[in-house]
């Protein structure tokens, strides 16, 4: 069922009706079984429609599959992040310095490292030669 406010461009009256679909409307109207509930007037037309109907649905749907898209976007996150805690060394801020010393000084503790560098750092790293992977990281404020 949609219900849509209809308006008479006789003499302007707005009023609601129920129809089955938008088709049955159309289907009504070219019959001329719509007409204006104080004139008569059959130039009635569809006017908005009623927007509370409409609007929650899909803003329910939408809000919860971004919802769900996020939730699986940090676990995968999350997932990468405890790997990389686990396996990687945190130097924080000196990522690239660090980079360039495992690159040149060939530091073989067989740990990689991790930390921030800026868009720069990484461009010039990779013009040394040294490959760097930028992945997304969320701060977990409950550690
Ligand atoms: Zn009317």
New binding site residues.
């Given amino acids: 069922m949609i219900k849509y406010n209809l308006v008479?461009?006789?003499?302007?009256?707005i009023f609601d009706s129920w129809f089955a679909s938008s088709l049955e409307f159309d289907k009504l109207k070219k019959k001329e079984l719509i007409?204006?509930?104080?004139?008569?007037?059959l130039?009635?037309e569809k006017g908005l429609m009623a927007p509370k109907l409409i609007n929650k649905t899909f803003r329910d749907k939408n809000e919860k599959k971004d919802l769900l898209k996020h939730q699986k976007i940090k676990k995968i996150i999350d997932k990468y992040q405890k790997f990389i805690k686990n396996n990687f060394d945190y130097v924080g801020e000196n990522f690239a310095y660090e980079a360039r010393s495992i690159h040149y000084k060939e530091k073989k503790n067989g740990r990689g490292i991790y930390g921030t560098a800026s868009k720069k750092d990484i461009k010039e790293l990779k013009e040394e030669g040294i490959d760097t992977q930028m992945i997304p990281w969320v701060e977990n404020k409950n550690n």
Avoid at 35 to 41: D, E, K, L, M, Y
Wanted: charged share 35%; net charge positive.
């Fill in positions: 008479c461009k006789k003499c302007d009256l007409n204006c509930h104080r004139c008569g007037s130039r009635v």
